[in-house]
């Protein structure tokens, strides 16, 4: 099948913390600025793999603007659809880890370029070329925001399109009410829900049980494919008949941000590619672990050649 997706939401820079728990309330080094922003690593894994993608955002006109514009159209994302605005700055995102798994973020995006994504934003002659359409929780941080995701979703599932959904929680924004209202109408439309283990009590539908019982609910309420990511313990996926878990691969942490959203966006576009669901889990589970093997969020985003490299070798060492 011939795909073609979209996403739409943050393009940004992210500076990140030299040493563990240096937080952000005394001067410190940082690397960076490294091109960022969900949407963006999820479109910039989807080119990589060689598969058509269309990111939908707004920079700066600013080096930070630049500099992100130049690396998904390097990597081959179409950015027809990311505008330069005059009058604000390219958003950007602080990150210090206290451990692993553990990190605290100081997010400039509201305010920023960003931002003001809005539904005008979103041209439909390009939209109407996608059958496939990804949406970030992450995203979703004002209504311009929430209003473009409606009209997204409008548009390609009047093409007959799928909708994907990783909802990316980050606790510093799920005061945000807006956000868990538009959780609750995105579920409605999701072909694909992508969320981290750690995320699905969130989505116990107001119930409390283990995983397989929110998963079942989840499927009940007709989302088709619900896959779970569980960090270094791989993944698992659910269907109404069907479940398929992978362990994950030994690897060494090197900075763990961007893994969920390679992961995503090789899952969703290889399904739809056609490959078979154990297969999509497997070459996803691997562009995971590649994206944690380097510094920088959109630093990790590997080729399908980079991806079967990596498989290649574990069959070998087992
Ligand atoms: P983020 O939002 O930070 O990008 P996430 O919480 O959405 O991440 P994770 O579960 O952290 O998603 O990672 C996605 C996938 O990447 C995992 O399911 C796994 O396949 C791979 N992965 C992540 N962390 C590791 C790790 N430490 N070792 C091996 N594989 C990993
Ligand atoms: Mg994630």
Redesign the pocket.
Known sequence: MNITIATLGELLVEFLAKKENQGFLAPGEFWGPYPSG?PA?FADQVAKLGFPVLLFSCVGNDAFGEMNIARLKRDGVNVQGISVLPHANTGSAFVSYRT?AQRDFIFNMPNSACGQLNADHLDETLLRQCNHFHIMGSSLFSFRLIDAVRKAIGIVKENQGSISF?P?IRKEMLNIREMSQAFEYILDYTDFF?P????LDYFGLNKSGDEGEIVERLLKRGIKHVIV???????SYYAQHEQHH?A????E?VD?????????ATFVSLFLAGYSVPDALAY??A???L??SHRGPMEGTSTLAEIEALMAQRCRSV
């Open positions: 969900a690593i692993q990783d990316n992508l981290s283990d750690g995320e990511k569980r960090g270094p313990q791989g993944a992978v994950g691969y030994p690897v942490v763990p941000t961007g893994a969920g959203d390679c992961f995503g996803a589970n562009s995971g672990s994206a944690i």
